[in-house]
């Protein structure tokens, strides 16, 4: 989804030449950088196709059927393909193979030490796994396991491993980059932010309190998101963190 302003313009660039010109203008960059930069996300964009195509797929000649079938090659250059693909598909697959993904596959011990480094705290917005509080739902408030970085380049070694209670966890799983202006990318599509997702965001940026000679971080305290006008909107360029102490009440409900 395009917000309806964008697609108005865009609808007056209707062929790749004209786009490309509007992006340089746009990103005061050479058009030569653009039309690499697209051919590359194209590219990618290409791959996972051929990586869907072999999915699945019983043994190498039906892989080679289907990507012949797809693409006009030769022989030869069909099963080159078909090998780089196939490579990739393996070693991605047996990646993902014995990956532990929830805190049942931790051993109690395990699970308790993460826990206690942590102060018993979700490791992003401190919210305290204990608390009574009733202003979140079960789920939002459950611990999860998550990889600080994603496994598939982070791997799954007890330091890229934290708790993160249930609301950062979906938060951080439904976004990938948010701007300045409140917009987030997700699957290449640009959605105005959530609240949520604001926070967020705004927590992931600073990690800290920010109040004068307070450091409190997500090991000491329940952190919170608030605006630092507050005629101004809920956006990451006008919100800032603040620990329960230091918050004046008007924060997102997070
Ligand atoms: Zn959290
Ligand atoms: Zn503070």
Redesign the pocket.
């Known amino acids: 989804m395009i917000p309806s302003g964008v697609q108005a313009i865009l609808d007056e660039y209707t062929d790749i030449e004209s786009l490309i010109k509007l992006v340089a203008h746009l990103s005061c960059q050479e058009e030569q950088a653009v039309r690499n930069e697209l051919l590359q996300h194209l590219g990618s964009r290409a791959f996972f196709l051929l990586l869907a195509e072999i999915s699945h797929a019983p043994n190498f000649f039906a892989i080679q059927n289907r990507i012949a079938n797809s693409l006009m090659r030769s022989n030869d250059e069909v099963n080159s393909i078909v090998t780089e693909v196939s490579r990739t598909h393996v070693s991605m697959s047996s990646a993902s193979l014995g990956r532990r993904s929830s805190l049942r596959d931790l051993t109690p011990e395990q699970k308790r030490r993460l826990l206690q480094s942590q102060q018993n705290r979700?490791?992003?917005?401190?919210?305290n796994f204990n608390s009574q509080e009733e202003t979140r739902t079960k789920y939002q408030s459950q611990p999860t396991l998550d990889h600080k970085v994603p496994y598939r380049i982070g791997g799954d070694h007890d330091s890229n491993l934290w708790i993160?209670?249930g609301?950062?966890?979906s938060m951080k799983k439904a976004s990938i980059h948010i701007g300045e202006s409140g917009s987030v990318w997700i699957d290449n599509a640009a959605y105005p932010a959530p609240r949520g997702l604001v926070a967020f965001w705004v927590l992931w940026r600073h990690r800290h309190c920010t109040a004068t000679g307070c450091r409190k971080g997500?090991s000491d305290a329940r952190l919170f998101v608030t605006r630092l006008n507050n005629a101004g909107p809920w956006v990451p360029g006008n919100c800032t963190v603040r620990c329960a102490e230091h918050h004046t009440g008007n924060v997102i409900n997070y």
């Open positions: 979700c490791g992003h917005c401190g919210w993160l209670c609301l950062c966890n997500p």
